[in-house]
């Protein structure tokens, strides 16, 4: 069975911003993606809730079982970790990527008409603050992004240059990769507009 353990973990991949904060020694991980597979949380299910458990079943035995004080997710757009009960224990979300209501947590939340609650969420800045609030009733802390605070600020003197941040998707890249017509038509426009810049700084000789 799991170890008993202060902090429980849910979802091994935000174990990354894990290992920076976190002693091994006081967090047990509940696996998420089919990594490991517990077969005693498994059986525990089957007795309980027969063949046909839910997967919500399996997580919420899993933190039962490691009994945690706290119970943390780095990988916040994982739904489940909303669902699960956590009365028993603090619960801390931490954002570890943008988030949108394109195959993503806010589109998924806008469907199930449901306001979660968690005790803590810490998010990279009040504009997805404002908007996952909608949802999510929390004390939420702006932190920016755990995995570039790690960085030292640096300055740079650019001049003459654009800085391009796409909205790409990585869900649409893996749906068009095999079909670059399908691919290239859905980013016509982007891609016709960082032409469009690149042009106008060869002008100016950039």
């Not at 956590?86 to 570890?96: P, R």
């Amino acid at each position: 069975p799991p170890k008993k353990k202060k902090i429980a973990l849910f979802d091994a991949h935000g174990l990354k911003c894990a290992k920076n904060i976190l002693k091994k020694k006081d967090y047990e991980i509940i696996f998420c993606r089919g990594e490991k597979i517990n077969f005693f949380i498994l059986i525990k299910a089957i007795i309980k809730k027969g063949f046909f458990f839910k997967k919500i079943d399996y997580y919420q035995y899993y933190l039962e079982q490691i009994n945690p004080k706290i119970v943390i997710t780095f990988n916040d757009n994982n739904d489940l970790f909303y669902k699960i009960d956590k009365n028993k224990t603090y619960s801390i979300s931490v954002q570890n990527g943008s988030r949108s209501y394109h195959n993503d947590i806010l589109a998924k939340f806008k469907l199930s008409k449901i306001k979660y609650q968690i005790n803590k969420y810490f998010v990279f800045n009040q504009s997805f603050k404002s908007e996952i609030s909608k949802y999510v009733s929390s004390d939420f802390e702006v932190l920016g992004s755990p995995l570039n605070n790690r960085f030292k600020i640096k300055s740079h003197n650019f001049q003459n240059t654009a800085l391009y941040m796409s909205p790409f998707s990585y869900s649409t890249y893996s749906e068009f990769k095999n079909d670059p017509k399908k691919f290239n038509k859905f980013y016509k426009k982007e891609i016709n507009f960082i032409k469009e810049i690149s042009k106008k700084l060869k002008k100016r000789g950039v």
